[in-house]
């Protein structure tokens, strides 16, 4: 089955210590990306992955770090967590190309106390 | 710079009726706008696109989407809700000339209730 997978779906930590939420595809897309939701201001994007070894910052970068070193793969890293980092995060893919649909994982409710 | 207004935090309609959620963009060159569905705990499942082509635009479960140039919307409408059809549904933009990385600029997004 073509799907997005993250994990954790939940979790709760502390201020400061560093965390990694996973996210994988097997549809083989080029593109891939992170949004986080909050109420009232509907998604907003963290970071994206052209491919492989390709990344940049989105609208809210600050206090977020990722990777892409294989294609399948791309992880989101909160190295000092803060509480306003409290948020829905959700990890997208798509082929590469403007027109082409972004296909979303189930999310990870992350709380930072 | 692109945006993406959803003008109604909440809609609500009888099952059988017809139904409408409204979007309006703005973006400075052409866009390719789209359509996405949240159930509760669940990720944002793709309902349609318009790319090109055919103002009216065709999608899952039965919706489809208007884009009027004209009036910069793409409302998403449905001839006869069910209850399963309530849900969170956002609109999103993206400049086809754009070069910020496919970015969707997303609206923030219009509950649906759908009543029995």
């Known amino acids: 089955e073509a799907q997005v997978t993250q994990n954790p779906r939940y979790l709760i930590t502390v201020t400061g210590k560093k965390l990694t939420v996973t996210c994988s595809q097997n549809?083989?897309?080029?593109?891939m990306s992170w949004y986080r939701q909050d109420p009232g201001l509907g998604l907003r994007q963290i970071y994206y992955?052209?491919?492989?070894?390709?990344?940049d910052k989105g609208d809210v970068p600050e206090g977020y770090k990722v990777s892409r070193k294989e294609k399948r793969n791309f992880p989101l890293i909160l190295e000092s967590p803060s509480p306003n980092q409290t948020s829905l995060y959700f990890c997208?893919?798509?082929?590469?190309?403007?027109?082409?649909?972004?296909?979303f994982g189930p999310g990870t409710r992350l709380t930072v106390t | 710079a692109q945006s993406v207004a959803q003008p109604e935090d909440q809609v609500n309609v009888a099952e059988g009726n017809p139904l409408t959620v409204k979007c309006t963009y703005s973006v400075s060159g052409n866009p390719y706008l789209f359509w996405y569905v949240q159930y509760p705990n669940r990720g944002l499942q793709f309902l349609l696109k318009?790319?090109?082509?055919?103002?009216l635009v065709k999608g899952s479960y039965g919706f489809e989407a208007e884009f009027n140039k004209s009036q910069t919307s793409f409302h998403l409408k449905k001839p006869s809700a069910l209850v399963s059809d309530s849900a969170l549904y956002f609109c999103?933009?993206?400049?086809?000339?754009?070069?910020?990385?496919?970015?969707?600029?997303f609206g923030k997004g219009t509950s649906l209730l759908v009543t029995p």
């Open positions: 997208a893919s798509s082929k590469a190309g403007t027109s082409y649909e972004q296909y």
């Open positions: 999103a933009v993206r400049d086809r000339g754009s070069n910020s990385g496919y970015a969707l600029n």
């Open positions: 992955s052209m491919n492989v070894e390709v990344t």
């Open positions: 318009y790319i090109t082509g055919d103002n």
């Open positions: 549809m083989n897309h080029e593109y």
